[in-house]
């Protein structure tokens, strides 16, 4: 048995292993992982190539996110600021202090602060307090934002806590006195704030109060009322709010729909403002500020974030590849750890979904899931090197079926938002039991998801699922995007089949099994395509007419007919089995990912029409050939995802990263295996780098090596799993959850391994 000690510091991973009758010692890489991750990778982009990536300071899945909002000259589309950056912008309308990373809605961007130099009543404008930046002067690491502001010279530094913000402007030093705007009324495009009220405390060097956001998500259930308390580390005195266009010179309280305030501040020395944020009351974004910054200045903060992101980031560490692979890789692993967001406060208080305040025991509430994307990949890898995060937030969403009704799909803030389709709470839950992680109430939580997989709610459950339970499929002439929801259903009975056995709840595990089948009989055997059909058990449109390349097709929820042929993750040798024969899958795959897009400029800006990267329903099937034999292609196909989609640019990644699920892709495929949602199941890909540990907790690691790994020498030539020869390319979780090592050789040539 082999024994592994670590020891890490700063990034620096020395391990010494001890095997059976060798001492020798192999060191990692010298490496820091904390040096390697570029924050404006994926900042940019156009249309549906952007990333929409998040640009300000952080901790790990921490609620305050202070960043920028940009801009440009003529205003901001909705469509490329829905993190409320871009890297094309030239204009920094302030700096708000919630955000949300790499979605495809526009959300947050609230509680905007601005250090200008002098105010007048144009200033509650923010075309006119607004800066225009170069991105010559602007700088990030994680936990660390700055940047130098065209307009007064002044530098802008952020850094966090879990939740409070921390900011720091230092203006040039013939500027004795300034003004610091905060913008109660502040959003970003798309989205908007209902009400908002600030007070002002002087004497105490603090202003606070509360607004409510209505973003793209938060918008659906209501909004979501944020709440603040920032102190100035100077005495007030002097400043002018305003509510709805009135100024008020030293009022200490205003409210209405457009609020804020004007703060003169001496600016001889760096002015700090400290902002708490709660979403339960000002008393908790208070306590928040006392439980976080008490007597702590912004270098020491600064220097917390960074030991708190070294920590994360060193879960895994890694050996070999190229310097931008590992720029690409640990920048992906801190994209995966922005989100869900901690709710609740340091008292452990959180606002749940029926809007009244519960204290949360023994566990960290979050919201802001993106799961019908994250439910694929990030959920997955919190199994493997976070599962007491992941284990808590299971157990928050959970909570949100105790507090609203049911299990949601996309919760935001503290309430549901209804936004995309199937139940990949049902996925997320059952795999986490699956993985082992299972400290939580599992009867009621198998009981929330059979409620879940069988009802339908406005904001939950499964639409059409009647029908669905009826007819084996939802009809399209009844419900929107029904080809898409009947295949999402059946990816998460296939996995409350596998929760059900586990549990040992036999006729339920029979029943979700049969259900998980249901994705047959949306295919058509003439076509080859998973097709609209209606109640009848017609097509939706003749079959002469039917355009597989139809991305606007009303049956399919953001994808063409090729892109959801392959949404069986859970069953591919059934799928296989509707084509005929291996070849005949092999060789519609292979077509899938080697036809070419439409040659015309105007397609790099839109919807891709067969593999794309940028979306999520076939992110898992270049890894279906291992699946039809063929284990030397998913190893081409993987290996050139990785080094066509994915850069160092702020187009570095081929769209939405969608909370971290393209990030998520990426650690798992450059390391060489890839997990199926919902189930115990990896399959084997093709490697990057010549070793990769995770961190698995309790002194337990998964490694893997790869003998001879090159950008040439990309295919699997023989494979062992702790000692033992692995013939297929695919394993269990339950074999590596204590730990373990898969050994694999590579070599420049396909291999007979696998097949």
């Known amino acids: 048995m082999k024994t592994i000690y670590i020891c890490a510091c700063y990034g620096l991973f020395s391990m010494l292993f001890t095997a059976c009758g060798n001492d020798t010692q192999q060191p990692i890489d010298e490496i820091v992982p904390f040096e390697l991750v570029d924050p404006f990778i994926g900042t ?7 990333g929409s990536g998040f640009a300000g300071a952080s901790l790990p899945f921490g609620m305050a996110k202070p960043g920028p909002d940009t801009t440009t000259e003529h205003g901001a589309s909705d469509f490329h600021h829905c993190s409320g950056y871009h890297a094309d912008d030239e204009y920094i309308n302030g700096f708000s202090q919630v955000h949300i990373h790499g979605t495809g809605a526009p959300e947050y961007g609230a509680l905007l602060f601005m250090p200008i130099v002098q105010f007048g009543p144009e200033m509650i404008l923010e075309s006119n307090y607004r800066s225009i930046f170069s991105k010559e002067y602007e700088h990030g690491t994680p936990g660390y934002y700055s940047v130098i502001l065209d307009a007064s010279g002044t530098q802008v530094e952020l850094t966090a806590t879990e939740h409070c913000a921390y900011h720091r402007y230092t203006y040039p030093p013939e500027i004795s006195s300034g003004t610091v705007i905060v913008d109660l009324s502040h959003a970003i495009a798309g989205c908007k704030v209902a009400e908002a009220a600030v007070f002002v405390e002087p004497m105490d060097s603090e202003i606070s109060g509360w607004l409510i956001y209505q973003g793209s998500l938060t918008g659906r259930s209501g909004g979501v009322k944020l709440y603040f308390a920032a102190r100035f580390n100077q005495v007030l005195d002097d400043w002018t709010l305003w509510s709805d266009g009135q100024l008020s010179v030293k009022s200490i309280e205003a409210n209405g729909v457009d609020v804020g305030a004007a703060v003169a501040v001496n600016t001889q020395a760096p002015v700090t403002v400290q902002i708490g944020l709660s979403y339960v009351d000002i008393a908790g974004a208070r306590n928040n500020l006392s439980a976080e910054l008490f007597g702590k200045d912004f270098d020491t903060i600064q220097e917390q974030a960074k030991e708190a992101w070294s920590r994360a980031l060193e879960r895994v560490m890694i050996e070999g590849g190229s310097e931008d692979q590992k720029t690409i890789f640990y920048t992906a692993l801190y994209h995966a750890q922005l989100t869900p967001t901690i709710f609740t406060d340091a008292d452990g208080r959180y606002t749940g979904f029926d809007l009244q305040v519960h204290q949360a025991d023994g566990f960290t509430y979050y919201s802001d899931f993106s799961m019908w994307d994250t439910y694929r990949t990030v959920h997955s890898l919190f199994m493997l090197i976070a599962p007491d995060r992941q284990r808590d937030m299971v157990i928050s969403l959970l909570k949100m079926h105790e507090h609203g009704g049911h299990l949601p799909k996309w919760p935001a803030g503290t309430g549901y938002t209804g936004c995309m389709i199937g139940t990949p709470a049902d996925v997320v839950i059952s795999e986490s039991y699956l993985k082992g992680i299972t400290n939580f109430n599992v009867e009621s939580a198998f009981d929330a998801i059979k409620h879940n997989a069988t009802t339908a709610q406005a904001s939950g459950g499964r639409a059409g699922v009647a029908r669905y339970m009826e007819l084996g499929y939802v009809p399209a002439d009844e419900v929107d995007g029904a080809t898409s929801r009947t295949l999402e259903f059946t990816v998460a009975d296939a996995a409350i089949s596998a929760f059900a056995e ?62 959801y042929l392959w949404l069986a993750p859970h069953d591919p040798q059934g799928l296989i089995e509707l084509f005929g024969s291996p070849e005949a899958f092999v060789n519609k795959l292979e077509a899938f990912f080697s036809t070419p897009e439409p040659d015309d400029p105007i397609w790099e800006f839109l919807p891709k029409l067969y593999y794309w990267q940028g979306n999520e329903p076939d992110l898992h099937t270049a890894y279906f050939f291992n699946a039809a034999g063929r284990p030397e292609r998913t190893q081409f196909w993987a290996r050139n995802i990785l080094a066509t989609r994915y850069g160092t640019g702020v187009d570095g990644l081929a769209g939405n990263d969608d909370c971290g699920t393209l990030s998520a892709w990426y650690i798992f495929s450059s390391a060489g295996f890839y997990p199926i949602a919902g189930l115990d199941f990896y399959y084997i890909g093709s490697p990057l780098f010549d070793r990769i540990t995770f961190d698995l907790g309790n002194e337990k690691v998964f490694e893997i090596t790869a003998k001879d790994v090159s950008e040439e020498n990309l295919y699997i030539q023989s494979a062992r799993l702790n000692g033992t020869t692995l013939e297929a390319p695919h394993f269990t979780h339950t074999i590596i959850k204590d730990g373990g090592t898969l050994e694999l050789s590579m070599g420049s040539q396909p291999s007979e391994w696998g097949k």
Do not use: C, I
């Open 502 to 563: 586990a549990l040992g709840h036999s006729q339920d595990a029979e029943d979700f099994a049969n259900r998980s089948r249901n994705y047959r009989n949306v295919f058509d055997s003439e076509t080859l395509f998973m097709r609209g059909k209606n109640v009848d058990g017609s097509w939706a449109e003749p079959t002469a007419e039917f355009d597989p390349l139809d991305w606007a097709a009303d049956y399919y929820t953001e994808g063409t007919a090729w892109q």
């Open 44 to 50: 940019g982009g156009h249309y549906f190539g952007v």
